[in-house]
């Protein structure tokens, strides 16, 4: 539980603004452990989807 604290902690200090858009790109695969917690989806195409995100 202590590292879904401090990922979610470290992902809310990407939007610090109303205007302010963040993705957050979780590599390490000890993450899908607790995916739900994190509110994650895992996606197989992270770049694409990452690019999706910035040009909405």
Known sequence: ???VRKIRQA???LIRTETD???AVI???R???NA???GAV???DPVGDAA???SE
């Open 42 to 44: 895992p996606t197989d």
């Open 52 to 54: 999706r995100f910035f």
């Open 1 to 3: 539980m202590p590292a």
């Open 27 to 29: 590599i390490d695969s």
């Open 36 to 38: 739900r917690q994190l």
């Open 11 to 13: 992902i809310g200090r």
């Open 31 to 33: 993450a899908a452990r």
């Open 21 to 23: 858009r963040g993705m």
